[in-house]
């Protein structure tokens, strides 16, 4: 269950490894969501690439089917994050900070944090994609066979040989699109530019393309020397004069995983 339980929703996909080649030669992505504590599988995707848009459509979807978890565990790979933004954020996982759900990011090259989405990775290669369909629509036809096998007629013995289906109960947290942000202790609040940047006084300050349409709050500490925060998330400070922004720690860095089950252990 996802809320009030505080059980984990997991998404790892579309990482370098994911991807292969249909029938017609085309790539095929998989974007693949499960639910922690049941292990229930939640999505399975047959996406052409991982651009950010069909990713929000994909989980627009199933918010709204299932509800919001608390929290979402994926691996450093794009569309979840981007290497080259602002504490690595993405316009994803701007999205999904939006909607109050917490980013929990494993370490790179530790796919054992996420082992029990990896050990249904392995399974789901292995039936569903060997060989794998001519084109998009038929590998989406053999996705959508697996995800009912393997929610209602797979046990498990990690749950007392029950099926993901019978303990998985969808979130009672409902999708009702995105809330207002306010900044009532802060001087007063901005919005991003399309091109990432902050305009203040007549001049710009970069922040980054992944906040673009995003309000951001601003409060003056000193003189010229401001505090820039994007909802309850202090970001750094900036300096009107050096026209920089000056990050502070990243607050969705990797952070200590409990579940280290072994991924290539058997279901």
């Known amino acids: 269950m996802l809320f009030p339980e505080c059980c984990l929703l997991q998404d790892v996909a579309n990482d370098s490894k994911g991807e292969f080649k249909l029938g017609n030669g085309q790539y095929c992505y998989p974007l693949t969501v499960t639910d922690h504590a049941s292990r229930f599988l939640l999505l399975c995707e047959a996406l052409d690439s991982t651009r950010e848009d069909p990713a929000i459509t994909a989980f627009e979807r199933l918010f709204r089917e299932r509800g919001l978890p608390l929290a979402i565990r994926s691996d450093n790979g794009v569309p979840f994050a981007s290497p080259n933004a602002l504490f690595g954020l993405s316009k994803l996982s ?16 530790h796919p054992q944090q996420n082992g029990r989405h990896e050990r249904m990775h392995l399974t789901l290669k292995k ?43 969808a979130s009672t947290r409902v999708y009702a699109g995105l809330p207002d942000l306010t900044y009532p202790f802060h001087d007063r609040d901005v919005v991003v530019t399309a091109c990432g940047r902050l305009c203040l006084h007549r001049k710009r300050i970069n922040i980054s393309t992944v906040l673009a349409g995003q309000k951001l709050g601003i409060k003056e500490v000193d003189e010229g020397i401001w505090l820039i925060s994007f909802m309850h998330y202090d970001l750094g400070y900036f300096d009107l004069e050096q026209k920089t922004l000056q990050p502070l720690d990243n607050p969705f860095g990797p952070k200590p995983v409990t579940d280290v089950s072994n991924p290539t252990s058997p279901l």
């Open 127 to 169: 039936e569903a994609t060997r060989p794998p369909g001519f084109n998009s629509l038929q590998q989406q036809d053999r996705f959508d066979a697996f995800v009912r096998e393997f929610n209602t007629e797979r046990p498990h013995e990690a749950l007392d040989m029950k099926c993901p289906a019978e303990l998985y109960t």
């Open 94 to 109: 701007v999205w999904w900070l939006r909607l109050g759900i917490a980013i929990e990011r494993i370490k790179p090259g």
